[in-house]
């Protein structure tokens, strides 16, 4: 075994250990994929209070849209269906009618007025 390496403590474990490379962070790969796990999982519950709301907008657009490249939905509809208007990926800004438009993914939707919106495809 090398001597010139010293011993190291695992982040995962907290077990004293010699590494056999340079680089070895972890005791063992049992304990390297647990952290990397660990990290994924609490990653994706701390994501999950947006990706849940978006992907259920997402899949109410396209419900809604169908086939067709753009339609029109009274916000009552939007709402009972469950559509969340306070999650949206990004604005979109259509650069003919200088307007910006929310988008989720590749639908954009925009106020026509008090109660109805305009429901686009992209694509």
């Given at each position: 075994?090398?001597?010139?390496?010293?011993?190291?403590i695992?982040p995962?474990?907290g077990?004293?250990?010699?590494?056999?490379?340079t680089n070895?962070?972890?005791a063992?790969?049992?304990?390297?994929?647990?952290?990397?796990?660990?990290k994924s999982?609490s990653?994706?519950?701390?994501l999950s209070a947006?990706?849940?709301?978006?992907?259920k907008?997402?899949?109410?657009l396209?419900l809604i849209?169908?086939d067709?490249q753009?339609?029109?939905?009274?916000k009552?509809?939007l709402r009972?269906?469950?559509?969340?208007?306070?999650?949206?990926?990004?604005?979109?800004k259509?650069l003919?009618?200088?307007?910006?438009?929310?988008?989720?993914y590749?639908?954009?939707?925009?106020k026509?007025?008090?109660n109805?919106?305009k429901?686009i495809k992209n694509?």
């Amino acid at each position: 075994m090398k001597t010139d390496i010293e011993k190291r403590i695992c982040p995962y474990s907290g077990v004293e250990f010699i590494p056999n490379r340079t680089n070895q962070v972890f005791a063992n790969d049992k304990y390297r994929i647990a952290h990397n796990n660990q990290k994924s999982n609490s990653k994706r519950k701390r994501l999950s209070a947006i990706n849940k709301p978006l992907l259920k907008n997402y899949d109410i657009l396209n419900l809604i849209i169908g086939d067709e490249q753009e339609k029109v939905a009274h916000k009552e509809y939007l709402r009972g269906a469950g559509f969340s208007f306070s999650v949206f990926t990004h604005l979109h800004k259509d650069l003919h009618k200088d307007k910006y438009y929310y988008a989720i993914y590749d639908f954009y939707y925009i106020k026509l007025d008090d109660n109805y919106y305009k429901i686009i495809k992209n694509g």
